[in-house]
């Protein structure tokens, strides 16, 4: 057995290992364990400046962008996203790069026992989100990086990620998810994850319902935090449609920034940059007195931005779309984007989603977009049963526009059937989307060969 093999075993063992105890679909709302953890670690997490990003949709590929532009300027950056689409040690990434599954094995190896300390101490053991976070801290600390771009698990105020003080705030658009422990309002949502706002940061504010607003404007004012607001000190100018993405025009703090390409899809990543430019140049100190940051570093960071599972084709004819929309509002911005970039004659939908998730308000969206759908599930213990699914989705599709196949590589295998049959030879034009959960996109990407 080779060292890299030795790796990947002893990684595969981990990940059984801490999977095994609370995962991200049960949280206890507390930082008491995760204050304890990082303080027997000495603090990792203060070895290095962060920008800290939160909000319901958005969060992953802001903080992509946010990363690319940092290390466009030569910034040393580690950035924490979750979940992952293949591999656990992608939600790790250091100078542009997921860590290796030696990183991350000698890592967990060193903070094992400190976490046996404390899960002795509480009622409550550490769950796997906060072993990873505590992980990634670590890690990033022994890099060494200068910048963490860390964004939240779920919420803000008692996010295990929020023991972190962070210099910039980013908040995306807010609606309503995980009511069962954010509440069942968009002014209570917005008031837990406007807990990462801390004294005299800056929060960078993406445009927001006016009840999300008030709390995040509120939460501002009290810690004293500068605000950017899109729509008023930044935002999208102007943007064009393009082969593989579009051009941009933004509005920062500092100046216009013109004819930036982003190689990603839709109104939703126009805004996500914006949202990123402004955090980078609230960062640097960047505003009107003190104008743009460099131009052409913009344009190049930009146009290096991957964002594996939005929006992704990894085949074509039929072009096969991954998309990890996982509520109704992200999926709309999905279907607005793929009317406006690829203009299908024919799509048939490929619909997995998780339990507690609202897949009533995702349907209702798909039924006017797509000819067919064939409803499965995924592998998660949290999934929706393929026949639960096709329940909601006959009624509003009827019976004949609805295929069910519980295995996912059957459903795919369906999808690209129904939308070969069109009648004629011709198969441009044709196109099978896969979403509805971020655990469903990493496993199609893995059965499609996509790369992280």
């Given at each position: 057995?080779t060292?890299?093999?030795?790796?990947?075993?002893?990684l595969?063992?981990?990940?059984?290992?801490i999977?095994?105890?609370?995962?991200?679909?049960?949280v206890?709302?507390?930082?008491?364990?995760?204050l304890?953890?990082?303080?027997?670690?000495?603090?990792?997490?203060r070895?290095?400046?962060?920008?800290?990003?939160?909000?319901?949709?958005g969060?992953?590929?802001?903080?992509?962008?946010?990363?690319?532009l940092?290390?466009?300027?030569?910034?040393?950056?580690?950035?924490?996203?979750?979940?992952?689409?293949a591999?656990?040690t992608?939600?790790?990434?250091?100078?542009?790069q997921?860590?290796?599954?030696?990183?991350?094995?000698?890592?967990?190896?060193?903070?094992?026992?400190?976490?046996?300390?404390?899960?002795?101490?509480?009622?409550?053991?550490?769950?796997?989100?906060?072993?990873?976070?505590?992980?990634?801290?670590?890690?990033?600390?022994?890099?060494?990086?200068?910048?963490?771009?860390?964004?939240?698990?779920?919420?803000?105020?008692?996010?295990?990620?929020?023991?972190?003080?962070?210099?910039?705030?980013?908040?995306?658009?807010?609606?309503?998810?995980?009511?069962?422990?954010?509440?069942?309002?968009?002014?209570?949502?917005?008031?837990?994850?406007?807990g990462?706002?801390?004294?005299?940061?800056?929060?960078?504010?993406?445009?927001q319902?006016?009840?999300a607003?008030a709390?995040?404007?509120r939460?501002?004012?009290?810690?004293?935090?500068?605000?950017?607001?899109?729509g008023?000190?930044?935002g999208?100018?102007?943007?064009?449609?393009?082969?593989?993405?579009?051009?941009?025009t933004?509005?920062?703090?500092?100046?216009?920034?013109?004819?930036?390409?982003?190689?990603?899809?839709?109104?939703?990543?126009?805004?996500?940059?914006?949202?990123?430019?402004?955090a980078?140049?609230?960062?640097?100190?960047?505003?009107?007195?003190?104008?743009?940051?460099?131009?052409?570093?913009?344009?190049?960071?930009?146009?290096?931005?991957?964002?594996?599972?939005?929006?992704?084709?990894?085949r074509?004819?039929p072009?096969?779309?991954?998309?990890?929309?996982?509520n109704?509002?992200?999926l709309?911005a999905?279907?607005?984007a793929?009317?406006?970039?690829?203009?299908f004659?024919?799509?048939?939908?490929?619909?997995?989603?998780?339990?507690?998730?609202?897949?009533?308000?995702?349907?209702?969206?798909?039924?006017?977009?797509?000819?067919?759908?064939?409803?499965?599930?995924?592998?998660?213990?949290?999934?929706?049963?393929?026949?639960?699914?096709?329940?909601?989705?006959?009624?509003?599709f009827?019976a004949?526009?609805?295929?069910?196949?519980?295995?996912?590589?059957?459903?795919?295998?369906?999808?690209?059937?129904?939308?070969?049959?069109?009648?004629?030879?011709?198969?441009?034009?044709?196109g099978?989307?896969?979403?509805?959960?971020?655990?469903?996109?990493?496993?199609a990407?893995?059965l499609?060969?996509?790369?992280?």
């Amino acid at each position: 057995m080779t060292e890299a093999q030795r790796y990947a075993q002893e990684l595969r063992a981990i990940e059984a290992e801490i999977f095994g105890r609370r995962g991200e679909g049960h949280v206890n709302p507390s930082n008491e364990r995760m204050l304890a953890l990082v303080e027997l670690l000495g603090e990792p997490q203060r070895n290095y400046r962060s920008i800290h990003l939160t909000g319901t949709n958005g969060k992953t590929s802001t903080a992509r962008m946010i990363d690319e532009l940092l290390r466009g300027f030569g910034i040393r950056s580690g950035r924490y996203t979750s979940p992952h689409l293949a591999s656990v040690t992608e939600r790790i990434v250091v100078d542009g790069q997921p860590i290796s599954d030696r990183t991350f094995v000698e890592g967990y190896r060193e903070l094992e026992p400190y976490v046996k300390v404390v899960d002795a101490r509480f009622d409550t053991p550490l769950s796997f989100f906060e072993i990873v976070t505590a992980l990634a801290y670590s890690v990033f600390a022994d890099a060494p990086i200068e910048v963490a771009v860390v964004e939240v698990g779920l919420g803000g105020t008692w996010d295990n990620t929020n023991v972190i003080d962070a210099d910039v705030a980013v908040v995306t658009p807010i609606g309503i998810d995980h009511v069962e422990y954010l509440g069942d309002t968009v002014a209570k949502i917005a008031a837990e994850k406007a807990g990462i706002i801390k004294a005299n940061s800056v929060a960078i504010l993406a445009a927001q319902p006016e009840e999300a607003a008030a709390e995040l404007l509120r939460r501002a004012a009290e810690v004293q935090a500068a605000i950017a607001r899109e729509g008023l000190e930044y935002g999208v100018l102007e943007r064009r449609v393009a082969v593989g993405g579009q051009f941009l025009t933004l509005q920062g703090l500092g100046g216009v920034y013109d004819e930036l390409f982003l190689p990603l899809h839709g109104a939703h990543q126009a805004q996500n940059a914006a949202t990123a430019l402004a955090a980078v140049e609230a960062f640097f100190g960047a505003d009107a007195e003190t104008g743009v940051i460099e131009r052409d570093t913009v344009r190049a960071a930009f146009a290096g931005v991957r964002s594996p599972g939005r929006l992704e084709a990894v085949r074509s004819a039929p072009t096969i779309l991954l998309d990890a929309a996982h509520n109704p509002a992200g999926l709309r911005a999905t279907l607005d984007a793929v009317g406006e970039a690829f203009q299908f004659r024919r799509l048939v939908a490929v619909v997995a989603v998780m339990a507690d998730k609202d897949a009533a308000g995702m349907l209702e969206l798909l039924e006017p977009v797509v000819d067919e759908l064939v409803v499965t599930q995924n592998a998660s213990s949290r999934g929706l049963p393929a026949d639960d699914l096709a329940r909601a989705a006959v009624p509003l599709f009827g019976a004949d526009r609805v295929t069910v196949e519980p295995r996912l590589d059957d459903a795919i295998e369906a999808a690209v059937r129904l939308a070969e049959d069109t009648g004629d030879d011709i198969l441009s034009g044709i196109g099978v989307l896969v979403t509805g959960s971020v655990v469903t996109v990493g496993e199609a990407r893995t059965l499609l060969g996509g790369s992280a």
